[in-house]
């Protein structure tokens, strides 16, 4: 059960809760939140406490995090298949597992890296996705370790080109 002003993810957003009232349409208790960049109250979001959905989560812990980082090498990229990376990246983004985010960035630098390799141009589907993946892996990892986003996302930069991966 989450308290107000508890960080939380909710489809892949940091939302702070800002109350719990009982939802009009369904009659269930709802958590309120409001995205955690604009905590001024004009969007507000309805998640059911009971989290059917599976979409909410609490934010990932800095042991956590670093256990992420550290373990980079073991989270495989998603197979390269030219025909339905879209599809597969959409899937990883919609879900709410953090190490799909890490699948995505991996895949897309690595695609990347072989375009590049081949004096191909860079393909836009994987720019794409690959900056969406990093902007909510790294505006959840600035929360956690409680950093700047641009600190972080240098440090998340500098791990992966100790992994080979940037």
């Known amino acids: ?20 009232e009982v939802s009009p349409t369904s009659g ?10 604009t905590d001024d109250g004009s969007v507000r979001m309805l998640v059911p ?3 059917k959905g599976g979409h909410l989560r609490d934010v990932i812990t800095p042991a956590e ?8 090498d073991r989270i495989q990229p998603l197979v390269d298949k ?7 990246y959409v899937a990883m983004l919609k879900g709410d597992d953090i190490e799909d985010l890490i699948r995505v960035i991996k895949t897309a630098y690595m695609r990347n890296r072989t ?4 004096h191909k141009k860079l393909a836009a589907i994987d720019g794409e996705y690959l900056g969406r993946a990093q902007n909510y892996l790294l505006k959840e990892l600035s929360v956690s370790y409680q950093k700047d986003y641009k600190t972080v996302e240098e ?3 500098e791990s992966l080109r100790r992994h080979g991966i940037g």
């Open 28 to 37: 269930e208790d709802c958590y309120v939140l409001t995205p955690y960049e």
């Open 155 to 157: 440090d998340f930069l």
């Open 49 to 51: 406490v009971s989290n």
């Open 115 to 118: 375009r590049m390799d081949n």
């Open 1 to 20: 059960m989450y308290k107000i002003d508890d960080l939380v993810i909710y489809r892949r957003d940091v939302c702070r809760v800002v109350g719990q």
């Open 82 to 88: 030219p025909a339905n990376m879209k599809s597969q």
């Open 65 to 72: 995090a670093e256990l992420l980082m550290e373990n980079l």
